[in-house]
Structures are given as C-alpha cells and as structure tokens.
C-alpha cells in the first residue's frame, strides 16, 4: 500500500514539473508581450493534453492581446470553467461582443458585476446592459 502511494505521489510531481516547463517558455514570451509566439508555445503545451484553466486563460489573454476575437472567445470558454478571477470574465464578455454574441455576453458580464460590484465597469453595466 506505500509503494502504490508513493508511486501515485511520484506520477502527480513528474507530472506537475512537466506542466511548469512547458508554460514556462510561453509564459516568459507572454510577459515579453511576444504573444504571437506565446501563442504557439501554450498550444503545443494543449496540444500535449497538459493544459488546465490556467494554460486557457493565458492562451485567451494572448490572443486578446493580438485582437484575434475568435480564438480569445473560444479559450476563455475553456478558461472558465474553472473557477478564473474577474477580469477573465469581462474580458470574455468584450469578446463575445465583438463576435456579436450579446446575450452571451450579458451572461458573462453578470457574472463579472457579481465578483467586482464596486468596479465603475460593473455599475455601468448593471445600469445600462446595452452599452459597448
């Protein structure tokens, strides 16, 4: 029975270092805002089966940074569903407006008003839900 578990502990460790190298040279190029190339790195680690919220939400961010409406709105759709913080949300939110999803938007906009009521972006949108 300790030979099972430190073998399980051994595979999550071998596992968890693998994913850390892998986003590490995406990440260095996200933080160069070499987001083109940042890009390619966080989907080879997706490629790879290795991804989690984090990788999709870099890789969301990455082509929001770059305006590619289409390939942002479909990795922050992967992003949250895990638990992301809320500018994830409302940047999902200004995505799916671009690519003329409003209703779906507004849902995200909620959720993000929910997290930060107090953000002048928040009351805004509570106050006219319509706006750009």
């Known amino acids: 029975m300790k030979n099972i578990y430190l073998l399980v502990s051994f595979v999550i460790a071998t596992t968890l270092c693998a994913q850390n190298a892998a986003t590490k040279k995406a990440d260095?190029?996200?933080?160069?805002?070499?987001?083109?190339?940042?890009?390619?790195?966080?989907?080879?680690?997706?490629?790879?089966?290795?991804?989690?919220?984090?990788?999709?939400?870099?890789?969301?961010?990455?082509?929001?940074?770059?305006?590619?409406?289409?390939?942002?709105?479909?990795?922050y759709a992967k992003a949250i569903e895990t638990p992301q913080d809320a500018e994830t949300y409302y940047r999902y939110a200004?995505?799916?407006?671009?690519?003329?999803?409003?209703?779906?938007?507004?849902?995200?906009?909620?959720?993000?008003?929910s997290l930060v009521p107090n953000d002048q972006r928040a009351q805004t949108f509570q106050q006219n839900p319509n706006y750009i």
């Open 28 to 75: 260095k190029l996200f933080n160069r805002y070499q987001y083109v190339a940042a890009a390619e790195e966080y989907l080879k680690v997706v490629d790879n089966a290795k991804a989690d919220g984090y990788v999709y939400k870099q890789l969301a961010d990455t082509y929001f940074n770059i305006f590619n409406t289409a390939e942002a709105t479909k990795w």
């Open 94 to 113: 200004q995505m799916l407006k671009a690519n003329g999803k409003y209703e779906e938007a507004n849902k995200q906009m909620k959720k993000f008003a």
